[in-house]
């Protein structure tokens, strides 16, 4: 079951689907001579990054196993984010301490944001590990593969101003075939206080639009149905295409992509508050297959603590963006990031948070304590002064209001007819079809005798709900 407080730490891999190969030469020793294992940690860029990683690595000679014991290569693409991502992170790496006993010759990698946090002194800390790779260097897996392999530690966190991998066709990992992740700008250059991100994945930069439309293209001609636009801040998308002679913002990007089929359907996140423009509200309205669903991360309803935060919106500011979404999209779902317990945080400030939440109406939140990343703004500036178990009173607070709020979200929409993507079979019973409507909801149905798959669309009337699904009946 997924942990709402913890979601950023969940692992790509699907147990009960170890031992099956990823692509169908696989296992060929014709044309994979190594096998690799790749275990993908914290955000969504993250797991996108990991199929980057895939790619590299089968032009390289490597297939994919799901089998770590089988494997001559282990990668962890790993999360800094909160401490608890990184402690996950290092219990998993005793694990596979058992496993490289086993095998000696086995090599073991740290990707991502905990390997830029880290550098070199991951490779002190933890004895077994062969590789440190950060998140702008993995075309520079082969070469570090094989230093490795000649029994050297070899360490690659140089960030880029450039690199953003346009040109590398992921390979997808654990895919279901219908939706699809596609990174469109890679690092951060806002500062929010508590945010170890800027220094991890380094300066803001954005893919080549052409080269997401032919993606997003590729994709869709291969039988996918939608994709989600990633990147910290996507409000921020900013390409100039010197042979056109154009500039490319977000609000274009998007309607691009749309344009591709209507059959497409779009997601993005996430969007800064700040940044989220008419322009992108107004493209929103205009096309039926960009999905009304903001992911729109308030952090607090406290005005000085968002300025602590260096998040540069206040409490009404905030409040207006919300309006307008509902203005101009009146059906538009809207869910949030939100950390308890920021430094100096007061039961006053606390409060704020708690009645923003009842004016925003969040579908969904992802909900956190604050947790001190070292070198930043906040850890240098403030002292962390709530204390634990005040923070741990005020998420149960925050989680027991979004609760109510999910709920109350899910069960308006019973009665209503809803356009459904299918994505698969529903997790409890093979008889009962999994989507997703516009606004981001579950919807789970009776397959009944109409012959459908995955990767259509259908309508489909709610008739219940429970705090995170609606259950329907398909209508015709
Ligand atoms: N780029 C996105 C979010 C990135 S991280 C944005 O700007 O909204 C995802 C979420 O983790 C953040 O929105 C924040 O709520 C949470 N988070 C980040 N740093 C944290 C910290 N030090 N302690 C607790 N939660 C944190
Ligand atoms: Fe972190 Fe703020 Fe950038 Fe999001 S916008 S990644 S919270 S610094
Ligand atoms: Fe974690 Fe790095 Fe994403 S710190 S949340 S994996 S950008």
Redesign the pocket.
């Known amino acids: 079951k997924k942990n709402m407080l913890d979601y950023?730490s969940e692992k790509v891999q699907d147990e009960s689907r170890q031992g099956e190969a990823f692509a169908p030469f696989a296992n060929d020793p014709q044309v994979y001579k190594k096998k690799f294992y790749i275990e993908s940690y914290g955000?969504q860029m993250n797991f996108a990054d990991s199929e980057i990683v895939a790619a590299i690595l089968n032009e390289t000679g490597f297939g994919a196993t799901r089998n770590a014991e089988e494997a001559d290569l282990v990668l962890l693409n790993t999360c800094s984010?909160?401490e608890k991502a990184e402690q996950t992170v290092r219990n998993r790496l005793t694990t596979f301490k058992q496993i490289k006993d086993a095998r000696p010759g086995m090599l073991i990698g740290v990707l991502g944001c905990m390997a830029e946090r880290l550098k070199s002194k991951f490779l002190e800390e933890e004895k077994l590990v062969d590789m440190v790779v950060g998140p702008d260097a993995y075309r520079t897996l082969p070469g570090l593969i094989e230093e490795a392999e000649t029994g050297q530690k070899a360490v690659n966190v140089l960030l880029s101003r450039e690199e953003t991998y346009a040109d590398i066709s992921p390979v997808r990992l654990d895919s279901n075939g219908v939706t699809a992740f596609v990174s469109i700008m890679r690092g951060?250059n806002?500062m929010?206080a508590?945010?170890?991100?800027p220094f991890t994945r380094g300066r803001e930069r954005s893919r080549d639009a052409e080269s997401i439309v032919r993606e997003c293209t590729d994709l869709f001609n291969s039988g996918y149905k939608e994709v989600t636009l990633l990147g910290?801040?996507v409000d921020s998308y900013y390409f100039v295409d010197e042979a056109k002679d154009a500039t490319i913002t977000f609000a274009k990007l998007l309607e691009k992509v749309a344009l591709i089929s209507p059959l497409l359907r779009v997601r993005f996140s996430?969007?800064?508050p700040k940044d989220i423009t008419d322009d992108v509200l107004y493209t929103m309205a205009k096309y039926e297959n960009i999905c009304k669903y903001i992911?729109l991360?308030v952090?607090s309803g406290s005005t000085r603590i968002l300025q602590l935060m260096n998040r540069t919106y206040t409490r009404e500011w905030y409040m207006a963006k919300v309006d307008r979404i509902k203005e101009i999209m009146p059906d538009c779902g809207i869910s949030s990031?939100?950390?308890a317990g920021f430094c100096t945080e007061t039961e006053e400030d606390h409060a704020d948070t708690l009645s923003m939440m009842d004016y925003a109406k969040y579908d969904m939140s992802?909900m956190?304590?604050?947790?001190?990343?070292p070198g930043?703004l906040?850890a240098r500036r403030y002292k962390d002064d709530v204390p634990e178990a005040v923070k741990k009173r005020r998420l149960q607070e925050i989680v027991e209001k979004q609760n109510k709020l999910s709920q109350e979200s899910y069960r308006k929409d019973v009665g209503n007819t809803y356009k459904v993507l299918i994505e698969g079979n529903s997790k409890k019973s093979d008889k009962d079809w999994m989507g997703r409507s516009s606004q981001n909801k579950v919807v789970v149905f009776p397959k009944g005798d109409h012959q459908l798959n995955k990767g259509d669309y259908v309508m489909v009337t709610v008739h219940s709900s429970t705090q995170a699904t609606l259950l329907g009946t398909i209508t015709n």
């Open positions: 950023v955000c984010i909160r951060c806002n929010c508590f945010c170890v991100v910290q801040n996430t969007s800064h992911h991360p952090q990031d939100i950390i992802y956190f304590f604050y947790s001190e990343r930043t906040a």
